[in-house]
T-cell receptor, first 112, second 111 residues
Framework: GQQLNQSPQSMFIQEGEDVSMNCTSSSIFNTWLWYKQDPGEGPVLLIALYKAGELTSNGRLTAQFGITRKDSFLNISASIPSDVGIYFC????????????FGTGTRLQVTL | DAGITQSPRHKVTETGTPVTLRCHQTENHRYMYWYRQDPGHGLRLIHYSYGVKDTDKGEVSDGYSVSRSKTEDFLLTLESATSSQTSVYFCAINRGDTEAFFGQGTRLTVV
């Protein structure tokens, strides 16, 4: 089955730094979603993107739907310790029963 | 909180035994999904349902079956558990056209 390539796989950053991660696919999607997962919990939706080129923010998080529809980017500004977790991208095609294809995740660790 | 409850939250079972995981929603949504999560693979779709008694396979459906006899319940059954099915299993519902919301997961260990 298809998987999305997500990078980096993991990153250590210092509190206050900005973070960037991205997700690429060999095929197009109509919707891109970004999730965060804390240890022992299910993924929680952060941002949803519905249109190529769209740029959407949620607090310190900003995500973009790539123009080619084959990629998406997530930025976190001024990271704080509670940003620690695993971030997943997910792509979705219209008319496919809303099934999601997930990336492999980016593990983020924030040091003080 | 998306109104999804998974049970059990943890289970250890022996190879060859059948296991059933339950997903219960309180929001009356049409679409429900079962995913498994393994290191290095993200989440992969096992089966999904688009209504009562309407189900279909995902990308990793071998060795699994599902049933949905009521809108609120979606059951995942491992017919004969194997060690390769040791994983964390997540149920999800779809609230709108696109956005899936997940339960807290069931950690299954097959020994």
């Amino acid at each position: 089955g298809q998987q999305l390539n997500q990078s980096p796989q993991s990153m250590f950053i210092q509190e206050g730094e900005d973070v960037s991660m991205n997700c690429t696919s060999s095929s197009i999607f109509n919707t891109w979603l970004w999730y965060k997962q804390d240890p022992g919990e299910g993924p929680v939706l952060l941002i949803a993107l519905y249109k190529a080129g769209e740029l959407t923010s949620n607090g310190r998080l900003t995500a973009q739907f790539g123009i080619t529809r084959k990629d998406s980017f997530l930025n976190i500004s001024a990271s704080i310790p509670s940003d620690v977790g695993i971030y997943f991208c997910a792509g979705q095609l219209t008319g496919t029963a809303s099934k999601l294809t997930f990336g492999t995740g980016t593990r983020l660790q924030v040091t003080l | 909180d998306a109104g999804i409850t998974q049970s059990p939250r943890h289970k250890v079972t022996e190879t060859g035994t059948p296991v059933t995981l339950r997903c219960h929603q309180t929001e009356n949504h049409r679409y429900m999904y079962w995913y498994r999560q393994d290191p290095g693979h993200g989440l992969r779709l096992i089966h999904y349902s688009y209504g009562v008694k309407d189900t279909d396979k995902g990308e990793v459906s071998d060795g699994y079956s599902v049933s949905r006899s009521k809108t609120e319940d979606f059951l995942l059954t491992l017919e004969s558990a194997t060690s390769s099915q040791t994983s964390v299993y997540f149920c999800a519902i779809n609230r709108g056209d696109t956005e899936a919301f997940f339960g807290q997961g069931t950690r299954l260990t097959v020994v």
